[in-house]
């Protein structure tokens, strides 16, 4: 799952060609994710794992690092399941 949100954070323009090098606790938004960055991370992480992000997990805590978004991710495809 991390290698996934890594694909995906690299298609960002801010990451590009530097995603595998980010750390699991590296603040995201401190390394240049902005707003619209994280709308576009957003989209593509519903797309590629087939959940949604509900309202109250679409803060900036969420988006905050890889560690982050793979435990969001995770919830969600638990929640999915069950």
Do not use: C, H, W, Y
Not at 10 to 31: M, P, R, T, V
Not at 32 to 56: A, K, T
Request: hydrophobic fraction near 45%; proline fraction near 1%; charged fraction near 30%.
């Amino acid at each position: 799952m991390a290698q996934d949100i890594r694909e995906i954070l690299g298609s960002n323009e801010a990451f590009a060609g530097k995603a595998d090098q980010l750390s699991e606790d590296d603040s995201l938004f401190d390394l240049g994710l902005d707003s619209f960055g994280s709308v576009q991370l957003m989209l593509g992480l519903e797309e590629r794992f087939n959940i949604e992000f509900p309202d109250e997990l679409l803060n900036r805590k969420s988006f905050s690092s890889i560690r982050a978004i793979r435990e969001a991710v995770s919830t969600l495809i638990q929640q999915e399941a069950a």
